[in-house]
């Protein structure tokens, strides 16, 4: 499992097809042949990658936010996010 550390850069993938429809934004990756459906805070996020930010960054937004714990944040942060690395929809430097 991957582990993200506070300075690592984020940023979406530029390759990846996406639009609004119906509160939901849809990503379609051309060379995978796949397509995801992103809602709520998973949205969010996508929109937040749109311009490099640093993980520690992302999660600071996301306690603003959103009613949570920082412990809880993170820990749901690094879930969601190496997801979409090994879906090859997120970049990281």
């Not at 796949?34 to 490099?52: D, F, N, V």
Request: proline content about 2%; overall charge negative.
């Amino acid at each position: 499992m991957r582990r993200f550390n506070a300075g690592d850069k984020l940023i979406r993938n530029s390759e990846i097809l996406s639009t609004e429809l119906d509160q939901e934004t849809i990503l379609m990756s051309i060379d995978a042949g796949a397509y995801y459906g992103l809602a709520g805070t998973a949205q969010w996020i996508w929109e937040k990658l749109e311009s490099p930010i640093t993980y520690s960054s992302l999660v600071d937004a996301l306690l603003k936010e959103y009613d949570t714990t920082p412990e809880a944040c993170a820990a749901d942060l690094q879930g969601f996010l190496e997801g979409m690395e090994r879906e090859g929809l997120l970049h990281v430097e």
